[in-house]
RNA sequence: GCCGAAGUGGCGGAAUUGGUAGACGCGCUGGACUCAAAAUCCAGUGAGGUUCGUCCUCGUGCGGGUUCGAGUCCCGCCUUCGGCACCA
């Protein structure tokens, strides 16, 4: 760079402004090789003796990537977010822990690998070291030490112990069930995967099936899922929100129906007990195992089963959206209905779901809208047991079910408000064994298995005669083993290892063959943040008194895409490490940020609509502390933004003149023009920018206005680089700024005589300077400003509205009129109220 | 349908406790420097009116309301986005 011959010209020696102009890829370069070779942002575990010992600490975290081929604008907003917080809290003086790994398992490499040909882990491991190289680029502070992978076998070693546990607590389980199964990928899906009906990853309409699977018994922790939300510190209401109707708890009565002919009971659940009396039809899901024993034999034998059979070849999308006009078929039987005797005809129809409640339902059409639809469809009887507490006609359906409606025609509960109707009657049924109060939910059991290859295989032993059998602890990890094809065929291609699928029983030693399936992906990120706190234990996924200094995560970031899944299986896995005794505490994450998309001409950026933004053109271009600054420049970290090419020149320009504007008060300096004074509007300046960029990153986490107000103080220095606070303004602006762009921050801190800014402790604002002798008071007249003057602070009521009213522009609107009253806010307003 | 969030200049956004709407940035216009360009710097930039006065009126999705004062609070709508959805 230096000396270069420019055609046609003179030889050039690098003059001042040459060797000055901001040219970020060199220093960038600079600082991220210093980092690198202290291990600047490693943090030691503690020694027993660290444990207790007084030394504020903070575990950050940001949602681990998925190495797909290389990072985007998603994953620098995610990780520059974090960087800033942790930059912030380091310089605070807390201990903080933020490691970095790679969700390395999943289908987008196995399908690479089928595309393309290789081996899933060299695709994985190929794209690995593609992100690690971008993040150094990128300068983000990050403890190398403890980095992992959870495809590495020291890791899911760790992955196949844990499902071993809850194999043996009973919370992992085997059984046939209908799932989820994408005809794409080949593979079955969890309920949390399934989308209106298609697959999460590849669209595909998902279809039914039934298969011997693993699931996890999330549903046990449903309440605690729901209930110890209360022990989180803060999350984004719309993620609890939307966790609870996931979880879709709902209170109510199983009641039992008597069918006298067949003399069998059939239970159903509700939530209004109080229209017991109003049921005047019943109806079964037409997948309920009692349907071909009603009908056999009978007359309406025939039709009912075709019925069913029509049912059963509707996808779910059909069957959710297409004719949401109510179909359904009588049986001929009847059922008692238990509180007043009445005999209901019973109904098959596909509008009650199998999978929810009992898979039967009794039906009350005065009451419920789908009953009410179903009964006017098939001229079925509708009778009102509810009204408003004014007695006055209603419309029906009425669903009304608060205090502001009371039960009718329901024999001694008739007059009762409806929570107290819903309590009688329910205690009425207890009483008499008919029902009892119980809860449900919409929450299913985790499915875990998948018929896929690039996973976590899972640690069990198939035997003839001893059934299955856990691997024992001391033979993991069960190794993936190597494989020619992976195309998916319906059955897990690790079935095609012969060699490996046969083994020995751990149990009795006979010839047993292993599991095939591997495990969802989700397994493995569900319990990464608490390995990184022990990243290297042999012993242990990690030992208890360290996870327990460092976890659990006071701040994690991540997208609002993991709302449901990855955050609930993480919550349910930390409370399951608990009850083990492995881990001290209940809830992995304190307080969530979760971040909004960048999206790019209106959409989101994707490979295939061709709206990409790479990161590292831009580093190029601008480096990184540029892009670093405008991804959280662009607005609220929250919210989703529309990215704009010319959005990044603005932050870049803005790193060019601070970068001017120090080396400008440092000649100045060395001209002998430095001032000694202490005084001046830019330390008034300085000290305000800096209590407002604490408060910002501090309290309100807030990450685009403390970059607007460091670029307003520098606005101001450069008007006036000469002027007293000039040195000051300069660091204080360096200092503020580092932890958005760390490398030109240390860089130009360097310049200004002082060394090691990230280590530096953050700037504190002086809460004299933050006073001021005067201050602009702003007059109204009836509300509307109408003048403006500069007047001194701490002045009384009696003189701000003296000092207003003289004011000759509110003369003009006070002309002949009379002043009614006045409104004084010290040190700040004064508003005259005129007749 | 239910639940949640949000609507502010040409654009991204700011306004923290009800007290100066439009900070900061982009874009645009004009100017300086230059043979020229880039870079940089200076000035202007919500709309309309205007006697060009840092003068007036209007202005934060729409309609009402509370208040001396509302982008901010209340009531009713509209739109957009996200989640759930025949959940009994």
């Known amino acids: 760079m230096l000396g270069r011959v420019r055609a046609g010209a003179t030889l050039f020696l690098p003059n001042e402004d040459e060797m000055r102009r901001y040219e970020p890829e060199q220093i960038e370069k600079k600082w991220q090789n210093v980092?690198?070779?202290?291990?600047?942002?490693?943090?030691?575990?503690?020694?027993?003796?660290?444990?207790d010992a007084d030394v504020p600490r903070t575990y950050v975290l940001e949602m681990l990537p998925y190495p797909s081929g290389e990072l985007h604008m998603g994953h620098v907003k995610n990780y520059t977010l974090g960087d800033v917080v942790v930059h912030f809290r380091r310089r605070n003086g807390e201990k903080v822990l933020r490691p970095m790994g790679y969700d390395a398992f999943g289908l987008p490499a196995e399908n690479a690998a089928i595309r393309e040909g290789g081996h899933p882990r060299a695709i994985t491991e190929r794209n690995i070291a593609a992100i690690r190289a971008q993040m150094r680029r990128m300068g983000w502070a990050i403890d190398w030490d403890r980095e992992l992978s959870t495809h590495n076998p020291d890791y899911y070693r760790w992955t196949q112990w844990l499902f071993l546990k809850f194999y043996e607590k009973g919370l992992a389980y085997r059984r046939e069930a209908p799932v989820n199964w994408c005809p794409v990928d080949q593979t079955v899906l969890a309920n949390e995967q399934v989308i209106d009906g298609c697959c999460e990853r590849c669209g595909a309409e998902v279809e039914q099936k039934s298969l011997e699977q693993w699931f996890f018994k999330i549903t046990e922790y449903a309440d605690r899922l729901l209930d110890e939300m209360d022990l989180l510190e803060s999350w984004p209401e719309r993620v609890l929100t939307m966790q609870r109707n996931w979880i879709g708890r709902s209170h109510g009565a199983e009641v039992r129906f008597r069918i006298a002919d067949l003399d069998i009971d059939v239970p159903v659940f509700t939530t209004r007990s109080d229209t017991l009396f109003g049921?005047?039809?019943?109806?079964?899901?037409?997948?309920?195992?009692?349907?071909?024993?009603?009908?056999?034999?009978?007359?309406?034998?025939?039709?009912?089963?075709?019925?069913?059979?029509?049912?059963?070849?509707?996808?779910?999308?059909?069957?959710?959206?297409?004719?949401?006009?109510?179909?359904?078929?009588?049986?001929?039987?009847?059922?008692?209905?238990?509180?007043?005797?009445?005999?209901?005809?019973?109904?098959?129809?596909?509008?009650?779901?199998?999978?929810?409640?009992?898979?039967?339902?009794?039906?009350?059409?005065?009451?419920?809208?789908?009953?009410?639809?179903?009964?006017?469809?098939?001229?079925?009887?509708?009778?009102?047991?509810?009204?408003?507490?004014?007695?006055?006609?209603?419309?029906?359906?009425?669903?009304?079910?608060?205090?502001?409606?009371?039960?009718?025609n329901s024999a001694e509960f008739s007059g009762l408000p409806i929570p107290e109707a819903i309590d009688g009657i329910t205690a009425w049924l207890e009483e008499r064994s008919l029902g009892e109060a119980t809860v449900h939910y919409r929450l299913r059991d985790w499915l875990l298995s998948r018929q896929r290859y690039w996973g976590c295989p899972i640690p069990i032993v198939h035997c003839e005669s001893c059934g299955t059998v856990p691997v024992p602890m001391d033979e993991l990890p069960v190794l993936l083993p190597e494989i020619e094809d992976y195309v998916p065929k319906g059955r897990s291609p690790l079935a095609a290892a012969e060699d490996w699928v046969a083994t020995s029983c751990p149990a009795c030693g006979a010839e047993a063959r292993r599991e095939t399936d591997t495990m969802d992906t989700f397994v493995d990120s569900s319990w990464y943040f608490l390995r990184y706190a022990d990243a290297h234990c042999d012993t242990l996924p990690v030992r208890r008194e360290i996870v327990d200094y460092w976890a659990p995560i006071n701040q994690y970031i991540g997208g609002v895409e993991h709302a449901i899944l990855h955050l609930m299986?993480?919550?349910?896995?930390?409370?399951?490490?608990?009850?083990?005794?492995?881990?001290?505490?209940?809830?992995?994450?304190?307080?969530?940020?979760?971040?909004?998309?960048i999206y790019r001409d209106g959409a989101k950026m994707s490979k295939s609509k061709g709206n990409v933004v790479p990161p590292d053109a831009l580093i190029d271009e601008f480096g990184a502390d540029a892009l670093r600054l405008y991804i959280l420049f662009m607005g609220p970290a929250e919210d989703d933004v529309e990215w704009q090419d010319s959005g990044i020149e603005g932050t870049s320009r803005f790193l060019g003149r601070l970068w001017r504007v120090v080396h400008e008060v440092v000649d100045s300096e060395s001209a002998g023009r430095a001032s000694v004074a202490s005084e001046g509007p830019l330390f008034h300046t300085a000290h305000e920018t800096i209590a407002k960029v604490s408060d910002d990153l501090g309290r309100r986490f807030q990450f685009n206005t403390p970059v607007a107000s460091v670029m307003a103080l520098v606005n101001e220095i450069s008007k006036a680089p000469d002027s007293p606070?000039?040195?000051?303004?300069?660091?204080?602006?360096?200092?503020?700024?580092?932890?958005?762009?760390?490398?030109?921050?240390?860089?130009?801190?360097?310049?200004?005589?002082?060394?090691?800014?990230?280590?530096?402790?953050w700037p504190a604002a002086d809460a004299s300077m933050l006073?001021?002798?005067?201050?602009?008071?702003?007059?109204?007249?009836?509300?509307?400003?109408?003048d403006r003057a500069h007047v001194a602070t701490g002045l009384d009521k009696d003189a701000l509205v003296s000092m207003a009213i003289s004011l000759p522009k509110v003369q003009s609107h006070l002309e002949g009129r009379e002043v009614r009253k006045t409104i004084v806010v010290p040190d700040k307003l004064v508003n005259i109220v005129v007749g």
Request: aromatic share 10%; charged share 25%.
């Open 35 to 51: 980092w690198a070779r202290e291990g600047a942002f490693n943090v030691a575990n503690p020694e027993p003796a660290d444990v």
């Open 279 to 408: 049921a005047t039809f019943f109806v079964l899901a037409p997948e309920h195992p009692l349907v071909a024993e009603l009908v056999q034999g009978t007359a309406r034998e025939g039709e009912v089963m075709d019925y069913v059979r029509q049912a059963a070849g509707r996808t779910t999308v059909e069957r959710a959206s297409a004719e949401r006009e109510k179909t359904g078929v009588d049986t001929g039987r009847t059922i008692t209905n238990p509180v007043n005797g009445a005999e209901l005809p019973i109904w098959i129809a596909d509008y009650v779901l199998l999978e929810y409640g009992t898979g039967a339902i009794m039906a009350v059409p005065a009451h419920d809208e789908r009953d009410h639809e179903f009964a006017t469809t098939f001229g079925l009887e509708i009778r009102q047991v509810v009204e408003p507490a004014d007695g006055a006609a209603v419309e029906l359906p009425y669903t009304d079910k608060s205090t502001d409606a009371r039960a009718l």
């Open 569 to 597: 299986y993480a919550r349910f896995f930390t409370k399951v490490m608990n009850d083990l005794d492995l881990v001290g505490f209940r809830e992995p994450f304190l307080r969530l940020f979760t971040q909004g998309m």
């Open 725 to 761: 606070g000039a040195r000051f303004a300069c660091e204080t602006a360096v200092s503020l700024i580092q932890p958005y762009a760390p490398h030109v921050a240390e860089e130009l801190w360097e310049r200004l005589g002082h060394e090691r800014l990230w280590e530096h402790s």
């Open 771 to 786: 006073e001021h002798d005067t201050f602009e008071l702003v007059v109204q007249v009836n509300g509307k400003v109408r």
